[in-house]
């Protein structure tokens, strides 16, 4: 699966959902070692199927049309599986074997793939379900290009299913991000690894690997940074012992 160059995709306005996404697949799984021995973490089965699967099979519901796909840590797996398994979305490679980039890295690397209107990005190993409505329709018509720059789903961090942090953001009452974390402090809201960014945001980028978070904080200081709560379930699957955990949940789902 080779790399190319394509032309910007213009999505119809109104909220509709990116033609296109960025799926973030090169991590090296650290957490969720010895199972990341001989596979890449999007590659680990929960519930009967691969979690990049369960991540294109979101895609694919919401009418995403092309994804881009950066791939560094056993990525040869990685491109054998998507040509494998996902035939009806356009995947294009964004390729990190010679250096991982991090999440802001690699959007950098995957600039001129992206295009140039708002897009998805989704962490290739998230699980989520949706709740009464596709939640990255709902994103999308939350999205609103003159007022934001990032737009990302969170969840409560009561609902945050295994999640072994204190939670990342404070929300005002319109859903702008209003700050992170502070030290030793829950924050009420955390990351999904699910979000709407604006290419306009990578700029001005540091020399090498970084957190798509350099983004994050120029958005927030800005005030163009949003958020919209999932109402659905959402799971992180980030260590061995939470597959099983999140398995049992989706039993009694």
């Given at each position: 699966m080779k790399q190319k160059r394509t032309l910007a995709i213009r999505p119809d306005p109104g909220g509709a959902?990116?033609?296109?996404?960025?799926?973030?697949?090169?991590?090296?799984?650290?957490?969720?070692?010895?199972?990341?021995?001989?596979?890449?973490?999007?590659?680990?089965?929960?519930?009967?199927?691969?979690?990049?699967?369960?991540?294109?099979?979101?895609?694919?519901?919401?009418?995403?049309?092309?994804?881009?796909?950066?791939?560094?840590?056993l990525a040869d797996a990685l491109e054998a599986h998507l040509k494998a398994h996902v035939k009806d979305i356009d995947i294009i490679v964004s390729d990190e074997r010679d250096r991982l980039m991090e999440t802001g890295g690699g959007l950098v690397k995957a600039r001129e793939m992206i295009g140039d209107q708002?897009?998805?990005?989704?962490?290739a190993d998230n699980l989520w379900i949706d709740g009464p409505a596709d939640s990255i329709k709902l994103l999308a018509a939350r999205w609103d290009d003159a007022e934001m720059d990032a737009l990302l789903l969170v969840v409560p961090y009561a609902r945050a299913h295994n999640h072994p942090g204190r939670g990342d953001f404070h929300l005002d009452p319109q859903g702008k991000i209003t700050?992170?974390?502070?030290?030793?402090?829950?924050?009420?809201?955390?990351?999904?690894?699910?979000?709407?960014?604006?290419?306009?945001?990578?700029?001005?980028?540091?020399?090498?690997?970084?957190?798509?978070m350099v983004f994050w904080e120029r958005a927030i200081e800005a005030g163009r940074a949003y958020?919209?709560?999932?109402?659905?379930?959402?799971?992180?699957?980030?260590?061995?012992?939470?597959i099983a955990r999140t398995e049992a949940l989706l039993i009694d789902a």
């Open positions: 959902v990116p033609e296109t996404a960025m799926v973030m697949a090169a991590g090296l799984g650290k957490r969720m070692r010895p199972l990341t021995a001989t596979r890449p973490k999007p590659l680990i089965p929960v519930a009967g199927k691969a979690l990049l699967d369960h991540v294109f099979d979101r895609l694919r519901a919401a009418g995403i049309k092309r994804a881009v796909v950066n791939v560094h840590y708002p897009f998805l990005c989704v962490n700050g992170r974390r502070k030290p030793g402090r829950v924050a009420p809201f955390v990351y999904t690894g699910v979000q709407i960014l604006s290419p306009r945001v990578i700029r001005d980028w540091p020399e090498g690997p970084f957190s798509t958020a919209f709560v999932h109402q659905g379930l959402w799971f992180d699957v980030g260590s061995p012992p939470a």
